[in-house]
């Protein structure tokens, strides 16, 4: 029930195509969806985030797409670059239940030059 | 976006000693703060929930012997990880949530039990 699923487990792109990760969940309550992106050694960054009141989030080359009806979200970066190779985790929370937030098992992306 | 620290970013201890990680939200005022293990290419594990001026609530499986956690102010929780062993080996993440519900994730510390 609290289980975030991500898939792919790994990407590879080439530089200046678009990498997409989708994560699917169970839990009809959570009503906070972000993702953050690792890089090795350092602590995850909050990239971008959506609530289920709007079914799309546009922040520069991130899209998050939010479908309610089935559960799912994915995370869109166009025009890939070498840099934005990286781990990316897709989350969700519920703000009644203190925002702890599941994590889905993340992406490993690397955008080949 | 907000920011996280964590200190220290490593460390080095013996069997048997404690160690104190501290996290500090640095341009807000955090409530509510999380404590994470990470493993090697896994996923973030959540340990524990710290809320200011309360006892923290601990993820089953998880010893709050082992791990204390305090959280004394609204910009200040510490992590002690007391009698260590190098099964606790591990990078320790702190989180802090802000006022728009948003969680921003310090820089981790490497802890290594030799």
């Known amino acids: 029930q609290q289980q975030v699923k991500q898939s792919p487990q790994s990407l590879i792109v080439q530089k200046g195509g678009i990498s997409i990760i989708n994560c699917a969940y169970e839990?009809?309550?959570?009503?906070?969806f972000p993702w953050y992106q690792q890089f090795p050694g350092k602590g995850p960054a909050l990239l971008i985030a959506?609530?289920?009141?709007?079914s799309e989030k546009k922040e520069g080359r991130f899209t998050i797409s939010f479908n309610k009806s089935a559960k799912q979200f994915s995370l869109h970066i166009m025009d890939s670059q070498p840099g934005d190779s990286a781990t990316y985790f897709c989350?969700?929370?519920?703000?009644?239940?203190?925002?702890?937030?599941?994590f889905g098992e993340g992406t490993q992306l690397t955008v080949n030059p | 976006g907000a920011v996280v620290s964590q200190h220290p970013s490593w460390v080095i201890c013996k069997s048997g000693t404690s160690v104190k990680i501290e996290c500090r939200s640095l341009?807000?005022?955090?409530?509510?703060m999380f404590w994470y293990r990470q493993f090697p290419k896994q996923s973030l594990m959540l340990m524990a929930t710290?809320?200011?001026?309360?006892?923290?609530?601990?993820e089953q499986g998880v010893e709050k012997d082992k791990f204390l956690i305090n959280h004394a102010s609204l910009t200040l929780s510490t992590l002690t990880v007391t009698s260590a062993h190098p099964e606790d080996s591990s990078f320790y993440i702190c989180?802090?949530?802000?006022?728009?519900?948003?969680?921003?994730f310090g820089p981790g510390t490497r802890l290594t039990v030799t």
């Open positions: 989180s802090a949530l802000d006022a728009l519900y948003e969680q921003y």
């Open positions: 839990n009809t309550a959570f009503d906070y």
């Open positions: 959506i609530r289920p009141d709007v």
């Open positions: 989350a969700a929370s519920e703000e009644t239940s203190g925002s702890r937030l599941t």
């Open positions: 341009d807000f005022q955090a409530t509510t």
């Open positions: 710290s809320n200011e001026g309360s006892k923290a609530t601990y």
